[in-house]
Nanobody
């Protein structure tokens, strides 16, 4: 089992920045990919960004690439999401997820989820 704990969310004004952190514990040797998803009220959960340690690739949703960046220290037990130029449309609960690989990360039936951290952007 992998446990994930997110931190760094909170209120921020339009145009501001936040840095979300995700730290994993437990069977971290099984982690091959780690990423972030978000879910706004009344909307489906959507992919934000991920790191695939097996390939070294970083993936970010196209419409967020100019403002969001995911990074890691290569220890495979943490990932940071930096978010800049935030708008009210970015308000959501942000979830960290880990998987044995990118396919597991993207799957609805695999991987481990954190409990989420709320980001609220005011206008």
């Amino acid at each position: 089992q992998v446990q994930l704990v997110e931190s760094g969310g909170g209120p921020v004004q339009t145009g501001g920045s936040l840095r979300l952190s995700c730290v994993a514990s437990g069977l971290t040797d099984n982690i091959g990919a780690m990423g972030w998803f978000r879910q706004a009220p009344g909307k489906e959960r959507e992919f934000v960004a991920a790191i695939d340690w097996s390939s070294g690739f970083v993936y970010t949703a196209d419409y967020l690439k100019d403002r969001f960046a995911i990074s890691s220290d290569n220890l495979r037990d943490r990932a940071t999401l930096r978010m800049d130029s935030l708008t009210p449309d970015d308000s959501a609960v942000y979830y960290c997820k880990s998987g044995t690989n990118m396919a597991a990360l993207r799957s609805n039936n695999a991987g481990s989820w954190g409990q989420g951290t709320q980001v609220t952007v005011s206008s």
